[in-house]
């Protein structure tokens, strides 16, 4: 499992032109699954999101201080581009895998009382955020 993950003052999730989704300060988390991944590895990656000291210069967490966090799957975190300017999506875990274990990530993240708002798996959606710090990082599970 991957996953982009940006401490943000805002970020929202339009989809056909109408807001879906969206938080004030926290995090974006952009998930990809890949085939090997299962609802261990999600449980594991919801607790590192919930707990990761991002914030208060890295003192503070999403838990601690009650912040939101988005989650946006990302298929597209295991494109290939090693061989030519066309990627490979071998390494993406195909929908039917993948959306059970991102709803796994969101329900942890939630179990562990954290406030959380998703995009909608499939769809066509403009993310939008305001990136703060600029903090991002890749986690690799």
């Known amino acids: 499992m991957r996953a982009v993950v940006q401490r943000v003052s805002e970020a929202s999730v339009t989809i056909g032109g109408e807001r879906y989704a969206g938080i004030g300060p926290g995090l974006v988390a952009l998930v990809g699954v890949t085939h090997d991944d299962d609802e261990s590895t999600a449980a594991t990656l919801a607790r590192r ?3 990761l000291r991002l914030f208060d210069d890295g003192r503070s967490s999403v838990a601690d201080l009650d912040l939101e966090v988005l989650v946006v799957s990302q298929f597209t975190l295991y494109g290939d581009i090693s061989k030519g300017r066309r ?3 071998l390494a993406a875990a195909p929908g ?6 991102v709803g796994a990530v969101v329900a942890g993240l939630r179990e562990r009382g954290a406030r959380v708002q998703t995009g909608q798996f499939g769809a066509d959606m403009a993310v939008a955020l305001v990136n703060d710090g600029p903090m991002t990082l890749v986690l690799e599970l």
């Open 87 to 89: 990627p490979s999506w």
């Open 96 to 101: 039917a895998v993948a959306q059970p274990i």
């Open 49 to 51: 999101l919930h707990e």
